[in-house]
């Protein structure tokens, strides 16, 4: 049975599968008094059996469970620990609780976080995963409390909360633009492709760097890496690190590295490091500014979207869902730049360097 198809299953349905009365039905979704095992067992397995869920009215009878599901594409970014700290902090003074749902290695299982979050009777939802389709969040968010993070276009049934992506790169690029940087690469995810129509924050940024460049005067220039393989135990550092690592051995002139989130840029600075290039000769920015960049091992110059701020905010818009606000809200966080020793004036390179490979 299709989700779409889930989704539409009613109470009456239920009732009728089972053999009982739609009030029987309730009874048993509210866990109310006076159920029997036998009736309880019968709606439970129809109720699995035809994928329904129960409707926003229905969790209220029930009353509130108290918690809030939070799904995250991967424990591995390191951007993602910042909003939860937030929503934490934002909730630390009520009685709410969050249930934390990973998608996985699989980042396709998204929609499974969600949905188990969702038959779990969360009270509401924030959700980061890209890949999850519009029209999927759309009939969720008719039932469940919903805020998805990350996502660029509009809504009706939930509410999106993003950073201002397009002014983000445009920090980046202008950063490395006035330090005197002509050739500035962008690295991002193969779904990078700048497109006016993309939801994504790595379409958006990269559609910001193209855009900027080109006022600029300047040519665009992408690297683009798997965004499966960059979902890994690293988080695409690896895969960074072999992406640049030739262009960086090959270049005569100053190179700048534009990179579509901190872990890409922490593999940029790996071979960075291991060409024995400074940072003159290869300036790298990227974008998330976690903590780890600011670390004077690291001393990475990041775009910072606050993502503790953003943990907070989606929490608030969680909590007006469900205190009944049915009017979708769509809020932007303003991005600033955070320079530090991972970028600098361009220099040239005095003379030719043995030549490694990675």
């Known amino acids: 049975m299709t989700t779409q198809a889930r989704r539409s299953v009613t109470i009456e349905d239920v009732a009728q599968h089972a053999g009982v009365s739609r009030a029987a039905v309730s009874k048993v979704i509210r866990d109310a008094y006076g159920v029997s095992d036998e009736m309880r067992v019968r709606v439970t397995a129809s109720i699995a059996e035809l994928g329904y869920r129960p409707r926003a009215s229905a969790r209220a009878m029930r009353g509130s469970s108290y918690t809030l599901g939070f799904e995250i594409p991967s424990i591995h970014n390191h951007f993602f620990p910042k909003i939860i700290t937030g929503a934490m902090t934002a909730l630390a003074e009520s009685r709410y609780q969050l249930i934390i749902a990973p998608a996985g290695p699989d980042h396709d299982q998204g929609p499974q976080a969600i949905e188990v979050l969702a038959d779990r009777q969360v009270d509401g939802i924030v959700a980061i995963s890209s890949r999850v389709p519009q029209e999927w969040l759309e009939e969720l968010g008719r039932t469940t409390p919903l805020v998805m993070i990350g996502r660029h276009h509009a809504s009706v049934h939930y509410d999106t909360l993003v950073a201002d992506d397009i002014a983000g790169a445009a920090l980046a690029v202008r950063h490395l633009y006035d330090l005197g940087h002509r050739r500035i690469v962008h690295l991002t995810l193969a779904e990078g492709?700048?497109?006016?129509?993309?939801?994504?924050?790595?379409?958006?940024?990269?559609?910001?760097?193209?855009?900027?460049?080109?006022?600029?005067?300047?040519?665009?220039?992408?690297?683009?890496?798997?965004?499966?393989?960059?979902?890994?135990?690293?988080?695409?550092?690896s895969q960074a690190y072999a992406a640049v690592f030739e262009l960086l051995d090959r270049a005569d002139e100053p190179v700048a590295i534009f990179a579509a989130h901190d872990e890409l840029a922490l593999g940029v600075l790996r071979a960075v490091a291991e060409l024995g290039l400074s940072a003159g000769q290869a300036s790298v920015v990227g974008y998330d500014d976690?903590?780890?960049?600011?670390?004077?091992?690291?001393?990475?110059?990041?775009?910072?979207?606050?993502?503790?701020?953003?943990?907070?905010?989606?929490?608030?818009?969680?909590l007006e869902r469900i205190a009944g606000r049915a009017q979708s809200v769509h809020e932007v966080v303003a991005p600033k730049m955070m320079a530090r020793g991972s970028s600098a004036a361009p220099e040239h390179r005095a003379h030719e360097r043995r030549r490694r490979t990675p």
């Open 193 to 237: 492709v700048p497109d006016a129509t993309s939801s994504t924050p790595h379409g958006v940024r990269a559609l910001g760097y193209e855009r900027v460049m080109r006022e600029l005067g300047l040519e665009p220039e992408f690297l683009r890496v798997d965004p499966d393989d960059a979902r890994g135990r690293d988080g695409g550092e």
């Open 290 to 318: 976690t903590d780890i960049a600011e670390h004077p091992r690291m001393s990475l110059t990041s775009v910072n979207q606050s993502g503790t701020r953003m943990g907070a905010i989606a929490v608030r818009l969680l």
